[in-house]
Nanobody, 129 residues
Framework: QVQLVESGGGSVHSGGSLRLSCVYS????????VGWFRQAPGEERERVAATWGGGATASYEDSVKGRFTISRDSAKTTLYLQMDNLKPEDTAMYYC??????????????????????WGQGTQVTVSS
């Protein structure tokens, strides 16, 4: 089992930045996929980003490409999501996930929600115009 705890959410104006963190209760194996999802009220939980290895291999949902960056620390116990140039449509509860498919299922892989085993409780991000 792995416990995940997110932090770093908050309220910002459009164009602002936030950095989300997700601390794991134990070391995550290098080849295991980890990722971020988000869920707006009344919407399905959607993929945002995923990575494995040292963080250099990353995939993003189209709407966040060039604005969000997923990374992890060298100890493989913390996952980050740097969010720049935030937009009102980025408003959602953000969740980190672990225990995804090996190497995120291949080059460019962005696994589905059902492919992850472990989830955090979420951190709220609100972007006002």
């Amino acid at each position: 089992q792995v416990q995940l705890v997110e932090s770093g959410g908050g309220s910002v104006h459009s164009g602002g930045s936030l950095r989300l963190s997700c601390v794991y209760s134990r070391y995550i194996y290098t080849d295991d996929c980890v990722g971020w999802f988000r869920q707006a009220p009344g919407e399905e939980r959607e993929r945002v980003a995923a990575t494995w290895g040292g963080g250099a291999t990353a995939s993003y949902e189209d709407s966040v490409k060039g604005r969000f960056t997923i990374s992890r620390d060298s100890a493989k116990t913390t996952l980050y999501l740097q969010m720049d140039n935030l937009k009102p449509e980025d408003t959602a509860m953000y969740y980190c996930a672990a225990g995804g498919p090996l190497r995120c299922g291949g080059s460019g892989g962005l696994p589905l929600r059902t492919e992850y085993k472990y989830w955090g409780q979420g951190t709220q991000v609100t972007v006002s115009s």
